[in-house]
């Protein structure tokens, strides 16, 4: 009996530790836009990426932790003061994601979708 005990301890261990760890995400951010990206807000599974002075034709890389289901809403604040707002993709808890987020003068629009299963 105390044997079974012990086993079914470790065995609620180990998954209460596996349960815990958090899933990682994370997102490439490509100004396809004419003019420079002042600011971009990024908010996915309650968490907000911040990212800044993203010249046209670069890119800038974001990651955050997959705590639950949830979207991508980027934020975008262009240098001239125009901007854009737009809710993209989708993430699922339990799973590693990479996205391609592109910005344009009049868009943002995923472009690619990456799931890596554990």
């Known amino acids: 009996m105390k044997i079974l005990v012990t086993t079914i301890s470790a065995a609620f261990a180990v998954f209460a530790m596996t349960s815990c760890v958090a899933n990682k995400g994370n997102f490439l951010l490509i100004n396809k836009a004419k003019e420079p990206i002042s600011q971009a807000l990024v908010t996915v599974c309650?968490?907000?990426?911040?990212?800044r002075d993203i010249?046209?034709?670069?890119?800038?890389?974001?990651s955050y932790e997959v705590k639950s289901?949830?979207?991508?809403?980027?934020?975008?604040?262009f240098q001239s003061g125009k901007k854009l707002q737009k809710g993209v993709g989708y993430v699922t808890n339990g799973l590693d994601f990479h996205h391609d987020i592109v910005i344009t003068d009049t868009?943002?629009?995923?472009?690619?979708?990456?799931?890596?299963?554990?």
């Open 69 to 77: 289901d949830s979207h991508y809403d980027v934020r975008i604040k």
């Open 55 to 62: 010249q046209p034709g670069i890119s800038e890389a974001g």
């Open 46 to 51: 309650g968490q907000t990426i911040e990212l």
């Open 107 to 118: 868009n943002i629009e995923m472009v690619s979708d990456k799931i890596k299963a554990q």
